[in-house]
């Protein structure tokens, strides 16, 4: 099984609701990420989780906010966004840890489209 | 700082035509590269990937990409391009530092008829 796992796959929310993303991966992978797209830009890294720890977080508004319950599961956890948020949100895993190249191929989810009204 | 440039946004090709997407990078040490390509609001799918060792690299859907050093480069080939091969493509360079992918701008590829 090498697939990660995002739902919903398209979410509509007001700027006033909490809503959350969920990603789920079995492939015993120990990283992993949020990416944030708009339309027609590359994939922007948001959080990086290792060993369900969270160690990068690239300046995001707390608005967002991650959450790593366990090893197979991440979540995004959405409130009082704005329209500008609304994107395509990723979420990848890689097997992750110090050792060598074969750790850092990340595998994606096919996302979640997030519409902010 | 570690960087991925692609410089080519769009590209249009006829089909059965040849193909090359262009990739450079920036990284003092040897670079793990990778390339993915999109569908419309779809996820990233691999197509190949470099570590190390042998400098041409298969892929899958027919794909291949040479790293070449003296360049800073890692260009995607393919010999023949089918319609099913429209996509936007995405470079992208493990960087060591966010130990995460960080992506070039990506290009567009267009096949026509």
């Known amino acids: ?117 | 700082a570690q960087s991925v440039t692609q410089p080519d946004i769009h590209i249009t090709v006829s089909e059965g035509a040849s193909l090359e997407l262009r990739c450079n990078y920036s990284y003092g040490a040897t670079p793990y590269l990778f390339w993915y390509v999109q569908s419309p609001g779809q996820g990233l799918q691999l197509l190949l990937k470099y570590f190390s060792g042998d400098t041409l690299v298969q892929g899958i859907k027919g794909f291949e990409a040479e790293f070449k050093r003296s360049q800073s480069s890692f260009n995607l080939r393919k010999p023949s391009v089918h319609w099913s091969d429209a996509a936007e493509y995405f470079c992208a360079l493990f960087d060591t530092g966010r130990r995460a992918l960080t992506f070039g701008s990506g290009t567009r590829l267009q096949v026509q008829p």
């Open chain 1, 1 to 117: 099984d090498t697939e990660v796992t995002q739902t919903p796959k398209h979410l509509v929310m007001g700027m006033t609701n909490k809503k959350s993303l969920k990603c789920e991966q079995h492939m015993g992978h120990r990283a992993m990420y949020w990416y944030k797209q708009k339309a027609k830009k590359p994939p922007e890294l948001m959080f990086v989780y290792s060993y369900e720890k969270l160690s990068i977080n690239e300046s995001v508004p707390s608005r967002f906010s991650p959450e790593c319950p366990n090893s197979s599961l991440l979540n995004l956890h959405l409130h009082a966004l704005q329209p500008e948020d609304s994107a395509l949100y990723l979420c990848a895993s890689s097997q992750g840890g110090g050792g060598g190249a074969g750790n850092t191929e990340a595998f994606f989810g096919q996302g979640t489209r997030l519409t902010v009204v």
